[in-house]
Nanobody
Framework: QVLLVESGGGLVQAGGSLRLSCAAS????????MLWYRQAPGKQREMVAS???????TYSDSVKGRFTISRDNAKRTVYLQMNSLKPEDTAVYYC???????WGQGTQVTVSS
């Protein structure tokens, strides 16, 4: 069983940056693909970025070129660097692995215009 704890969210003006962290505990970390998701009010949860055990990354079109996912296997942590933030990036951000584990509490990101 894995426990995922997200942090680093906050309120930022449009054009600003935030760095999210997700610490994993309770099970092996390095073999898994890790993903960041987000859920805006009234919308379905969507995947925004993923990183394989080997470091291959993918991004949704909405964040490509602005967000960067990375991981530190020694620290059992995955990061999401978010630059050039837009109001439409406002959401609760969650991390998870593949296959999916129990969801954490997420971290709120609010971008003001």
């Amino acid at each position: 069983q894995v426990l995922l704890v997200e942090s680093g969210g906050g309120l930022v003006q449009a054009g600003g940056s935030l760095r999210l962290s997700c610490a994993a505990s309770g099970s092996n970390f390095s073999p898994y693909t890790m993903l960041w998701y987000r859920q805006a009010p009234g919308k379905q949860r969507e995947m925004v970025a993923s990183i394989t055990r080997g470091g291959t990354t993918t991004y949704s079109d909405s964040v490509k070129g602005r967000f960067t996912i990375s991981r530190d296997n020694a620290k059992r942590t995955v990061y999401l660097q978010m630059n050039s933030l837009k109001p439409e990036d406002t959401a609760v951000y969650y991390c998870n692995r593949f296959p999916i584990a129990a969801w954490g509490q997420g971290t709120q990101v609010t971008v003001s215009s």
